[in-house]
C-alpha cells in the first residue's frame, strides 16, 4: 500500500506479517533490542527487514538502521528515509539525496483516536475542519487520519531541522482525490520557523484495509 503513495524516485516496501527467523538482525541492533518485549522486537526487526529490502531496490548494501537520540532512524550516507509500523502493518521508505531531500510516512488503525487525545493534537480550526468532514463522510476516520499525518510532518521536519515540533506546530488542511473515495492529499503549513525547512509540506494519504497511511516527500530541490 506504501507505494501508492511515493513517487518513482522512492523506493517503499511494506509487510502485513513479521518477520521470526532468528539471525535478521546486526549486532548492532541486537543490542538496542535485547532487553524489549516480543511485541516490540517483531515490530523493530520487520520494519529494518523493510528497511533493507528497499536499500536492495535502490541498489544499496544491506545495513544496520539504529535509532539516533531521538529514536529517529539514521540511514547510510546518501540516502532519507521513514519507518512506520502499527497493529498488522510495517513499512520503510527511502530514497537518495540526490532526488529526495528529506520524508516521512505513518500507519495507524483506521478507527477513531482515544476519548481526549484529538483535542491535544488539533487546533481548533482543524477540530472545526475534521468535523465539517466526518458529517459529509463518517467512512473516513478523520482524526486519526489527522494524527497520522502530522506524525509524517514530524518525520520530515526533524531531520532537517534537527529539533522537536509540536502537534500544534503545524496547521493542516486535507483533501479529496476527485474519483478516490478513500485517498487524496494534505498540506501542511508550518508554525514553527526553521532555515533550512520550507514552510509548507505537501502529502498524500490512503485509507485502505484497516490502515491509514501518510506520506510526505521533499524533493531535492525544495
Known amino acids: 500500500m506504501i507505494r501508492d503513495l511515493l513517487p518513482e524516485c522512492v523506493s517503499g516496501v511494506d509487510g502485513r506479517e513479521d518477520v521470526t527467523a532468528a539471525g535478521t538482525l546486526y549486532p548492532q541492533e541486537e543490542a538496542v533490542i535485547q532487553a524489549a518485549v516480543e511485541k516490540r522486537r517483531r515490530e523493530f526487526t520487520t520494519v ?12 544499496l548494501a544491506p ?15 546518501g540516502v532519507v528515509g521513514s519507518m512506520t509500523h502499527c497493529l498488522g502493518y510495517r ?16 500507519a495507524e488503525p483506521a478507527e477513531p483516536l482515544p476519548d481526549g487525545v484529538l483535542e491535544a493534537v488539533a487546533l481548533p480550526a482543524e477540530q472545526d475542519e475534521l468535523a465539517a468532514a466526518r458529517a459529509a463522510d463518517a467512512q473516513v476516520p478523520w482524526d486519526r487520519l489527522l494524527f497520522s499525518a502530522k506524525e509524517s510532518v514530524y518525520k520530515t521536519w526533524f531531520p532537517l531541522a534537527h529539533r522537536m515540533l509540536d ?11 476527485p474519483g478516490e473515495a478513500t485517498g487524496g492529499t494534505f ?3 508550518l508554525l514553527a520557523h526553521a532555515p533550512t525547512v520550507p514552510p509548507v509540506f505537501e502529502g498524500r494519504w490512503l485509507v ?12 531535492a530541490g525544495d
Not at 529494518?48 to 541498489?59: I, S, V, W
Not at 513499512?91 to 505513518?106: C, K, M, N, Q
Not at 490502515?211 to 510526505?216: G, P, Q
Open 48 to 59: 529494518r527487514a523493510c528497511a533493507r529490502q528497499a536499500m536492495a531496490a535502490l541498489g
Open 187 to 189: 498540506t501542511a503549513r
Open 91 to 106: 513499512a520503510a521508505a527511502l530514497a537518495r539525496t540526490t532526488h529526495v531531500r528529506s520524508l516521512g510516512i505513518d
Open 63 to 77: 545495513a544496520p538502521v539504529l535509532p539516533g537520540p531521538r529514536g529517529e532512524p539514521q540511514w547510510p550516507a
Open 167 to 177: 502537534f500544534s506546530e503545524a496547521r493542516l488542511s486535507f483533501h479529496r482525490t
Open 208 to 219: 485502505s484495509d484497516g490502515i491509514v497511511l501518510t506520506a510526505i516527500v521533499l524533493p
